[in-house]
């Protein structure tokens, strides 16, 4: 399945055409220079607490990091006559994916209405990493690859946008990363929660209106989240759960118990998504996702233009991304409450290859399929334990801090959740242990003279959520 | 629990004062005559199928109806002191609960936007019933009765109106009826597809908001629709699943398969719910609530002004009250497929009483509470033959077709439901196999001349859903 293989040389693609590609500027070295092997870690002492001090202090000691070269990119033509539409394109994953399958021969549209960046505008956030805009950013994939990616530059709330688009394009399969997607945020305020619901959920009904109508072969691979089975006592089994009651036995949707309106919103999908696939015979995957990390694939480390979005914020910042960008400007890594709360994980490399996956493998038209898309799960502990030893062999010094917990969740609990059925499909890893976080630490150190470090700290709780507006700057 | 007892006399009660009233008007016989016992059944042949043909039929052959004498409306002070907001108090079940909780001491307040009228108005249907006004009915209820029923006439979706109310009448509960509540009107068409969802979910998350800032006591009673069980091949538990699993075991949500976006979007309020009340420590109760039937109460039969409404068109007539009417005008009845579907179901003076039951037992704070709210559990076949029989007491003679079924269900499966909460707080059935259809059958057969035969056949297919506006009109 792998296909981002080191090619032996770069070249620059002609349009379609199969080869490797690698963006001459990307090669040279750019931001922190190459750590000496046992160079002694940087204290995390007074006045490194900025990103400055920080990345001064790492020149003082003699400490530096090298950056990887840049991955090739390899242009197959697999994907070739499949036309997929990806709403929510411009996102964190959407990006990724899109570019990960126009470099495989799939005919991509994305389809954003660009509100993840204007949501960063409102509270007064941006991406680590300085992305480009959404219409750069294929123009410039289109000038490396010779590739088009199309563009639709609407919401999915508005059918008659939608159906245009759909009508248009005539997709055969449609990728669904299009909804808010932070927890935090809608639990900022009332007016976040309604939004939140009523924007994911208008979207998905929508967009299995328009397959149902307008392109009924077309196979919808939905996102859903790992965070829709909560943290239960009992395994977590993929979409469905064999019971067997007073002598009974049946086969039912995995209860499901989300812990904000954000995660709330993706079971109402899933729930809604069931009896569709049911009552119109349609063809769904239900992929419920873990906590993405990293930010480079192949394609998006091209070029600067394509660099993808790294969030660090605290609404939202994924725990991880947070984590080694905390890492890496010297602030204590930030463990909300015990630390004992595990969940899946994944690597942004491995999100493309099961988007890639699931698109290739539709289940039996009426049967909705259920993927837990995660290759490993940690407790944040772990997690932070993870990020101080990768710290280390950069030459950083990681520490931290318990802070009370912003959300009402279990701290300490039983969780075991199964993932064998993209594995089965052919589904390749990308594991964390390896000591792949040390590529990401890099990214964070390359772009640390960004780092704003108002953000770094929580600023919703779960209990104050309520008719005034939430804020989004730093509450505790 | 059951307080309609009936009183001697009837007196007309001051303010608030224990009592029972029995209205002058409503005591004189109106509609169909008494029946002589043994009268021969009326043919179902060919010229009858209209109403004024059947009430012809019906008085050439010397068969009528007596019409049951009002009962008895006893007026206690047993809620005294609960201020009860009814969201969705001018509805079927809403008003009729309005007035039971008013007759008995509690403090009730309406408040509902009208909207179920308006889709009467929308789509060209009507009560078989002649409702009054809200502003009307509660006005006779007060001149009957001495006990006021404020109203707030507005939108719940509107959080500056709720907010007004709420904090205006302080209630101690809220009964939450405000919900667009049919099955077939939320899959006619796109449109009413989301509106469905948009309006119920966020008409209850606001509820939930409102509760949460304004009235953090307050007791939540959330009417749900047994409909979000599905039809599992195992026993339906009252809101919750004990599940052991690969040896560990854990009480989790029961998993929900809802049929319809509408009852879908019931779900969706119930998987909030048990969020909100986790997270915001709230008293919440929700109650699954099988298909009511009936129309009178002891306090809708005081008066003419008060009377319920009676659906029976193929949108929002259940299906007994729409067999009813079926074979009050000598039109078959109109059996989905095979006729095996098996649902709960219960007499509106059982809501009634439930509702009451519900409101005076929240649980512990944190913990939703979740009853099954039917008292019987009847297949549609079934249903017919009671119909059947309580038309031969009547002088009737009943048919039954099957005709095509517009829904995508098991039309054959297994059903058994629990419904031992409300029975373990006290609830006191009345049974449909006592014989208590006779009592609707001749509410029907009074307001024979008002039947719309347009209404009564199937209008909205589950699979023809889609983005054309749905037709209200009868298509098969």
Request: charged share 20%; proline share 5%; hydrophobic share 40%.
């Amino acid at each position: 399945m792998r296909t981002a293989t080191r090619a032996p040389g770069g070249r620059r693609a002609a349009g379609g055409a199969a080869g490797a590609v690698r963006a001459p500027a990307a090669a040279g070295a750019v931001g922190p220079r190459p750590a000496a092997a046992g160079a002694p870690p940087v204290a995390n002492a007074g006045g490194l607490a900025t990103p400055a001090g920080r990345r001064g202090a790492l020149a003082a000691s003699g400490a530096a990091v090298a950056e990887a070269p840049p991955p090739a990119c390899e242009l197959t033509d697999e994907g070739k006559g499949k036309r997929v539409i990806i709403i929510g394109g411009d996102g964190y994953c959407g990006w990724a994916s899109a570019l990960h399958l126009s470099a495989r021969g799939y005919e991509v549209a994305i389809m954003d209405n660009l509100s993840r960046r204007n949501w960063d505008e409102q509270l007064g956030f941006d991406t680590l990493t300085p992305i480009a805009s959404l219409h750069k950013r294929v123009a410039k994939w289109q000038e490396l690859t010779g590739r088009e990616i199309k563009t639709y530059v609407g919401d999915i709330c508005d059918f008659g946008f939608l159906e245009a688009a759909v009508k248009e394009f005539e997709p055969t399969a449609m990728v669904h990363f299009g909804e808010q997607r932070s927890a935090p945020y809608s639990m900022m305020d009332r007016n976040k929660a309604v939004f939140t619901q009523m924007n994911n959920i208008t979207g998905t009904i929508n967009v299995l209106y328009a397959i149902k109508e307008f392109a009924p072969e077309c196979h919808l691979v939905k996102l859903g989240t790992m965070g829709e089975y909560g943290t239960p006592n009992i395994d977590i089994e993929e979409g469905y759960l064999d019971v067997e009651h007073k002598g009974r036995k049946d086969r039912l949707p995995y209860p499901k118990q989300g812990n904000s309106w954000y995660h709330l919103s993706k079971i109402h999908d899933s729930t809604n998504m069931f009896f569709t696939t049911k009552t119109w015979n349609m063809k769904v995957t239900d992929l419920n996702q873990g906590v993405v990390y990293g930010v480079d694939t192949p394609e998006t480390a091209l070029d600067e233009a394509l660099v993808n979005r790294m969030d660090y914020d605290s609404i939202f910042g994924t725990a991880l991304n947070r984590f080694i960008i905390q890492g890496a400007v010297g602030y204590p890594l930030t463990v909300y409450g015990k630390g004992g709360q595990t969940r899946g994980f994944l690597d942004i490399r491995d999100t493309c290859q099961c988007i890639q996956i699931a698109i290739d493998n539709p289940g039996p038209a009426g049967e909705m399929l259920v993927f837990n898309q995660f290759t490993e799960q940690f407790s944040v502990n772990k997690l932070a334990g993870l990020v101080t030893e990768s710290g280390a062999r950069l030459g950083l010094d990681v520490t931290t801090k318990s802070i009370p917990n912003p959300r009402r969740e279990k701290e300490e609990h039983y969780y075991n959740a199964m993932n064998t059925n993209l594995k089965d499909l052919g589904m390749d890893p990308i594991l964390m242990s390896d000591g792949k976080l040390d590529d990401v630490m890099k990214v964070a150190l390359k772009y640390i003279d960004r780092v704003d470090m108002d953000l770094i700290l929580p600023a919703t709780d779960w209990v104050s959520s309520g008719v005034k507006q939430g804020v989004s700057k730093v509450v505790s």
